[in-house]
Structures are given as C-alpha cells and as structure tokens.
C-alpha cells in the first residue's frame, strides 16, 4: 500500500478543519463578529486626537462639549472678561459646555450627581490681584472618579487659561515697551514644534492597531489549537487519526496550518476595520507582515499543543489557555507600555512570544521596518517556534497514548 | 518493569497473539496478564461486564495505548516497536463513532481513506461501493451529523474497512442502535468475515456473540476467564443460555465502582 506523505495528510487535515468551520454557520459568524467587535471597542476607546496647535490657539481633543461649572466669585471688571473669554475659546472650539453656577458646594453636588466634570472658580481677590500686578488664581475641580475625562478636562482649562493669559502678557509688554519687543519672545522664548515619526498620522489607534491585530491572531490560534484537539479527541476522531498509519506530526501540522489560517482571516479583517473606520494605514510591506503573523502564530502554538497534551479535557484546556491569554493582553505591551510595569512583570512580558510579534509588527506597520530591522524580534519568535515544538510533539504523542 | 524488544515474527497462524499483557492506570490494573491468540479469518467474540477491560484490550492492540507489560502482536507486528505496521493493518470501529458530523458520508469516507494513502479515484470508487453495499447511496452527499444513529454506524463501518485492512476490531458495534439496523450491522458482519477480515468484536448481547462468533473470550477484572468456540462452551456448562454462563463466570452482582482515573474516552465523557 502506498504510504501518504506527511505533508499531504497535513494539508488534508487542515482543510477539513476549515471545511468545519465553514460549515458551522454560527460558529462561522461569531468568527468573524469578535474580531470586529474587539476593533471596534478599542478604536472608540483610542479615538484619533486632532492636533492641538499652540500658534493659532487651536486645542486638539478627543472630547467635545464636556460639562463644566463656571463659579465666579469675583463681580470686578477683569473676571468679568476674563469669563467671558473663557466661555467664548470654550464654545468656539466646543471644548466645554458651560454653565454658571452661583456657589463652589451647589456645583461640587452637580459632579456627584454626575451632571458636569468639573468646576473653574474664579475667586473673589482675582481682579484686584490683576490690578495690582499680581499673578491671580483659577481654582479647578475636576470629577476624579473617571481619571481619563479628568485628565482631560484638567488640560483643556489649563490650555484655554494659557491662551487667555499670553493674550494679557502681549497687552501687558506691548503697554510697557511701546511696541520696541516682541512679546512672543518675552513669553514663550522657546517653543516646541513637533515633527511626527510618520507623516500625516493623526490617529493614536494607529499605533495600537498592530498590537490588537497581533493579540487577536495569536490568542485565537493558541486557543483555536487546544480546543481543536482535545474536542477531537473527546470526540473520538482523534482515535481515527492516531489509529492510521500517518506520523503524529502532521496531525500537529494540519492543525497549525488551519488555525493559521484562521488567525490570519481574522488578523485581516481586523486590519481592514481599522483602516476603513479609523484611519489606520500601512506603511510596510504585506509580505514581512505576512511573515511576522504566521511566526506569531507558530510560536504560540506549541504552547497550545502542551496544554492540551496536559489537560484531561476540553473545558480545562479552555481555562488554561484563558489563564495565558489574559494577563498577555496587560503585559505584553498592547494595551499598556511595558515599561510602566514593575521589572520582574517586564520579564514575564518579555517571555512570552506576543511581546516580539507586536513589537515587530508594529514595527512593519508603521514604520515600514525592513525584514532586517525586525531580525532580532523574528529570531526569537523562531527560537519559541522550535523550542516549543521540540517539547510539544513529543508530549502530544505521549499523551494521546496515556 | 521494562518491556522487552520483541522480534519481527514470522506470518504466524495467528493475526493477534499476546502474552502477558497488562495496563495499569495508577495503582488500578485495567488488563492483568491477558494471553490472547486470535486465527486468521475468525471471528473473536470478547466478552466481559463492563469495566472488563476490554476496551483497554482493544486501544492497546490498535496502538492507541501503550502496555506497561507484556507483548502484543497483530499481524506479526509489535504493537509498540511496529505501530506504523500495525496501523496499516488494522480497522477500528470504537465505542464513540470515528467520524465528521459537519462533513457528509462520502467526505468522511474520503477524508479517513486519504491517510492510508489510497490514490483519490481508487478510494472514491471504493467509497461508493461500500456506500451502495450499506444501501446509503441516496445520502453520501448528506451530512452525518443528521443521520440516525443506525445510519451513522452503517458509514462508521465501512469507514473502518475502506483499506482493506487485514483485522477489524469493532467495539460494541450494534451498541444503541434499531433491531433492523442491528440485524443490518451483523449482517455486515457476517460479509466482512466472507472477505476474509479477521474480526475481534466485543458486544454486551450475548445472542449477538452467540450468532456470530467462532471463539469467545469472557474476561473480567482484567482477567481471561476462559476461551472457546460457543458450543464447546455450552457443553461444557450444560446450558443451552451464553447469558448464564456469562453469569456465572462473572458472577451476579452489579459492577459499581469508581475508580480515580477518568479516562476521557470512556462512554460517559462529555462529546
């Protein structure tokens, strides 16, 4: 009898996976709905910031019309336009929706009420500190309880008050030196202008769209690989298989080879999302794309194949795989910078393959890296790949006969 | 205890020889020391309550488990040193069904075919024909997952036979099914022999074991109890009934235990 070559029974094996999931019609839409769905989320909640531009007094803001209370305290004449100018910047660049409260406690229960998120006080001495040549005070409260809006509302007052008060500094030089100084010069003798790492990215998403596009690829393999087997062998198919004459190995090829294929539709689709909805573009070549994705995929795969070797079933190998893939998310340096962990979290980090798939593929993405600068990033994943594999083919075989 | 390094035996006139033959699980021994010989051509009826072992038996035999000692043969071929030959050799219908049910009949048949290497048009005109010989031609291009159960074990059947293979083993194939696929299956049974398959099957229906077998094997708590033709049996133990003296051999009570190791193809895992 003619032997089957391992590599056709592999490929045979892979393509009956996909025929499965081709046929599992729900299966199939769900497949298709999560990555589109995490997309989505993480684009709204990194949503593309316009550029603030200190010259033309422009704010950039990825909120708009946010609830403030203005508490003025102060009924002299300099308060008065200085309020006005402040609700004027405010509504022009729809920064704040403001209204006027008459006293700080009745607005301080408006921010626990939750209808504004902070407060400026102009307090009653700030004309007459003005008047006398006295730098004067804003008091700001802001609503704590949600750190992003806080932070944001915090900058936007403080940037609307610069404007106003480079506006009284121009007055106040222009008055003193008759016209002899530039008063820019006197105020903001060096300035910063930024030229962006690539051109024309306004959208922060942009950078972490390759990093999602890396955790959804690789996480669903993983995933994909240990359920794929075990509910083959609960199944009894796997019976099938490891009672026919073909080596092990290219039942662990088959299903590599469909839950890359897998990763790879849903990598692409996520890819695709965030470049209709939200801007992202590429900027490296599909090919070393390409390349990064599958090597991400393997390296996490043998991983898969070890935890279901040591899982007696489908639903622990479920919650082992859940175990790895959710602190991946925090650690690996896609949601958070890794640097911002402690050292020995930055080492699990490290560790884990996820970290050197993103780094590079954002690296392609965006700053359309060459295959050799992503080198040192596609060894390691090589290495995992092999090492991985070295542990798991041995241990699946084992396993299977336990 | 280690396992020796068993030679290539020559054709013997057996197609299952073993001797010794044990598998612990942990501290629980699941096959004790079971020596089996099963001729060419028979019809092997294993027999045993359940938790027997012979289940165990059968995954060891099909290379599916490995022994912790003794040796087993099929086809002259260790199971453990020569299981690439062993599998070339054999057919396995087990306890779960050895099929797709998100891809139809003849997808099964071709995909489970292809890992013998079969040439593809070879296979497809031998997939046809046992289709038509289990009368299931109308629904080749059905999928599985809607088939009865009877349907289901017709294709799960012919899946095991679709190269040839010189011995069969089918574990408790007419288990759950209609009386006319039952008497169907059996029948099936019967043609295989007629071609030539050895065929090892295990069944709880001592009638079916009766009907069909040459030789009977009875074993319990891993042990053989006792081996022949179900005539020499019944001589021997001046009943007419296989049930009695299955009964008393194995004895009368109700086989309740619970053992620590679950085994994850045991009937009652989750599917």
């Not at chain 2, 031609?137 to 599985?144: E, G, I, R, S, Y």
Request: some cysteine; proline content about 5%.
């Amino acid at each position: 009898m003619a032997k089957a070559s391992a590599w056709a029974v592999a490929v045979g094996i892979a393509r009956r996976d996909l025929l499965d999931l081709w046929r599992a019609k729900m299966l199939l839409f769900f497949f298709i709905l999560m990555p589109l769905l995490l997309m989505t989320m993480f684009g709204f909640i990194y949503p593309p910031v316009p550029k603030s531009n200190p010259s033309t007094g422009n704010i950039g803001t990825a909120f708009s019309n946010l609830p403030v209370a203005l508490v003025q305290m102060d009924d002299g004449q300099t308060a008065n336009s200085v309020a006005a100018q402040f609700i004027q910047i405010s509504a022009q660049q729809g920064l704040f929706k403001i209204s006027e409260i008459a006293s700080y406690p009745a607005a301080r229960d408006q921010i626990v009420e939750g209808n504004i998120k902070g407060i400026i006080i102009i307090p009653q001495s700030f004309s007459d500190a003005i008047a006398a040549g006295q730098p004067a005070t804003i008091q700001v409260t802001v609503d704590e309880t949600n750190p992003t809006i806080a932070s944001v509302v915090q900058s936007e007052i403080s940037a609307v008050f610069g404007i106003i008060g480079s506006d009284m500094s121009t007055q106040s030089i222009n008055n003193i030196s008759g016209g002899k100084v530039n008063p820019a010069f006197i105020i903001q003798p060096i300035s910063i202008t930024k030229i962006p790492l690539i051109t024309g990215v306004s959208s922060s998403f942009q950078f972490l769209a390759p990093g999602f596009m890396a955790l959804t690829v690789i996480t669903g393999s993983l995933q994909g690989v240990a359920s794929a087997i075990s509910r083959e062998r609960e199944q009894g198919t796997m019976d099938g298989l490891l009672a026919s004459p073909i080596p092990h190995v290219s039942i662990i090829l088959g299903k590599v080879a469909a839950q890359t294929v897998r990763g790879l539709i849903q990598g692409f689709l996520i890819l695709g999302l965030s470049m209709l909805l939200f801007g992202v573009q590429i900027y490296g070549s599909p090919i070393i794309m390409f390349i990064v994705m599958v090597l991400g995929t393997a390296s996490f795969v043998g991983v898969g194949i070890i935890m279901t070797a040591v899982a007696p079933d489908q639903e622990t190998a479920q919650m082992m795989t859940m175990l790895l893939q959710f602190p991946m998310m925090f650690i690996s340096g896609i949601l958070f910078p890794i640097d911002q962990l402690p050292g020995w979290l930055q080492y699990i980090g490290k560790a884990l393959p996820l970290y050197y798939a993103a780094d590079a593929l954002r690296k392609v993405i965006i700053l359309n890296a060459s295959l050799a600068a992503i080198m040192p990033d596609v060894l390691i994943l090589i290495v995992y790949t092999f090492l991985t594999m070295t542990v798991a083919i041995p241990l699946f075989d084992k396993a299977m006969r336990r | 205890m280690t396992l020796q390094r068993a030679d290539l035996a020559p054709l013997s006139e057996y197609a299952i020889e073993t001797h010794g033959l044990t598998k612990k699980f942990g501290s629980f021994t699941a096959v004790d020391h079971v020596d089996l010989a099963v001729r060419r051509g028979e019809i092997y009826g294993f027999l045993g309550p359940n938790g027997a072992g012979k289940s165990t038996v059968i995954r060891m035999l099909c290379t599916l488990l490995i022994p912790t000692e003794g040796t087993a043969r099929v086809d002259g071929y260790d199971v453990v040193y020569h299981a690439g030959e062993v599998r070339e050799r054999i057919g396995l219908v087990s306890e779960k069904m050895i099929m797709y049910p998100r891809l139809t009949a003849l997808e099964n048949l071709m995909f489970f075919g292809s890992l013998y290497g079969i040439d593809r048009a070879a296979l497809r005109r031998k997939s046809e024909e046992l289709l038509e010989m289990v009368k299931l031609t109308p629904f080749k291009d059905k999928l599985v997952g809607g088939f009865s159960s009877g349907m289901r074990q017709r294709v799960n059947v012919i899946r095991a036979v679709l190269h040839d293979p010189d011995i069969l083993f089918l574990d408790e194939p007419t288990t759950g099914l209609d009386p006319q696929s039952t008497r169907f299956v059996r029948d099936l049974v019967k043609d295989l022999k007629q071609r030539g398959h050895t065929i090892v099957l295990t069944t709880h229906i001592m009638e079916e074991a009766d009907e069909l077998s040459d030789r009977i094997c009875i074993i319990d708590h891993g042990k053989v109890m006792t081996i022949d033709t179900p005539q020499a049996l019944k001589d021997k133990y001046k009943t007419n009934s296989l049930l009695d003296i299955f009964l008393e051999l194995t004895g009368r009570e109700l086989r309740d235990s619970a053992n620590a190791h679950i085994s994850l193809r045991s009937p009652m895992g989750r599917t």
